[in-house]
């Protein structure tokens, strides 16, 4: 296989893959555009999220339903369940400011990175991202058309459903600040201290906290698999543009 490289743009290069086959021992080149979508901002964000998410997934599940230990030992050995809620509050803090920073991005990155492409707040906007969730429709989940839908950026309905994601991953900073407010007199958990009166009590804010809790594992669940079937299915680097910033694109 022989890879040749040739300057074309300041963010994307032209690639010639030649692949073993045909008379000559070689098929026709298959040229490829290699062009940086993602920042260094925007991937940071997605791997602290993920490792934040994890830990908070995993001690929050544990904070809403605690094993009960007996023990006979000294009660200063059973601080366990202290230290996870630790864990759970400093994941906390490490989820909200990385979302701070992708909101910052959100206006301050490059085209792919925008809010546009997440809240479509014109009617022309709104019409091409419905187009587009259809498209997305047909190839990954009925899977009736097999032409990959070609997109430099998010496509339409992943655009959409990070959006969500989004305004979840808010509301999810505010009823758990709101639950910490009346244990801590620092200053982030007492902005949220006004959330817990005004859903009616502690019980309705943890039962949504616990709700948006699922929200974000099936979210994970869905957000692999597509990724993996997108790397398969397309081959445009879906997954390692999450470390390098960069994806391929067949140039037809």
Not at 99 to 111: A, D, K, Q
Not at 168 to 175: E, N
Request: aromatic fraction near 16%; charged fraction near 10%.
């Amino acid at each position: 296989m022989a890879i040749t490289t040739e300057k074309r743009a300041p963010q994307a290069d032209s690639i010639a893959l030649k692949v073993p086959g045909g008379m000559a021992g070689y098929a026709a080149p298959a040229v490829f555009d290699r062009v940086y979508i993602w920042e260094w901002p925007v991937r940071l964000y997605h791997w602290v999220t993920v490792v934040s998410m994890l830990m908070l997934i995993a001690t929050g599940l544990i904070i809403g339903r605690p094993p009960a230990f007996m023990t006979t030992g000294d009660a200063s050995a059973s601080q366990w369940f202290g230290n996870v809620r630790f864990v759970h509050f400093a994941a906390g803090y490490v989820f909200c400011f990385a979302l701070v920073i992708r909101i910052y991005w959100m206006f301050m990155g490059n085209h792919y990175s925008r809010w546009y492409n997440f809240y479509p707040l014109t009617p022309t906007w709104a019409r091409r991202q419905f187009r587009g969730i259809l498209q997305v429709l047909k190839v990954d989940i009925l899977q009736v058309q097999k032409e990959p839908v070609q997109v430099r950026g998010h496509n339409a309905m992943a655009a959409l459903t990070y959006g969500v994601v989004f305004l979840a991953s808010i509301f999810q900073i505010a009823t758990g600040f709101g639950l910490y407010a009346p244990m801590s007199d620092a200053w982030l958990p007492q902005l949220f201290a006004w959330v817990v009166p005004a859903m009616g009590g502690d019980a309705n804010v943890r039962i949504w906290h616990h709700l948006l809790t699922w929200f974000f594992i099936v979210f994970s669940l869905i957000h692999i698999y597509l990724s993996v079937f997108h790397e398969v299915v397309e081959a445009e680097g879906e997954i390692s543009s999450m470390v390098s910033g960069t994806k391929y694109f067949h140039r037809h």
